[in-house]
């Protein structure tokens, strides 16, 4: 398997921008990863994708906001944040599924004040 570890969460003021990384134990150029989030009481959800190939997805709350890329020669996927609203406020978790395994991350705590 395989460790993630998310980091750059924080608090930020609406309209701010946070940098999410997510680095990986092994090199995981082969995978699409995801960018996960819950807020409380609610289900997490998928926020962004990227392939193998680097072609990318989000979810309609965060297009045109949110921006996924990937570094494989340093085994990290980034999720750039822009235009922060106060409901983009949860635990932003990075995965990976391999072989039909999901591997998480611990999250980062990402909180957006009005």
């Known amino acids: 398997q395989v460790q993630l570890v998310e980091s750059g969460g924080g608090l930020v003021q609406a309209g701010g921008s946070l940098r999410l990384s997510c680095t990986a134990s092994?090199?995981?150029?082969?995978?699409?990863m995801g960018w996960f989030r819950e807020a409380p009481g609610e289900q997490r959800e998928l926020v962004a994708a990227?392939?193998?190939?680097?072609?990318?997805s989000y979810a309609d709350s965060v297009k045109g906001r949110f921006t996924i890329s990937r570094d494989n020669t340093k085994n990290t996927v980034y999720l750039q944040m822009n235009s922060l609203k106060p409901e983009d406020t949860a635990v932003y978790y990075c995965?990976?599924?391999?072989?039909?395994?999901?591997?998480w991350g611990q999250g980062t705590q990402v909180t957006v004040s009005s």
């Open positions: 995965n990976v599924n391999l072989g039909g395994l999901d591997s």
């Open positions: 092994r090199s995981l150029w082969r995978n699409g």
């Open positions: 990227i392939t193998s190939n680097g072609d990318t």
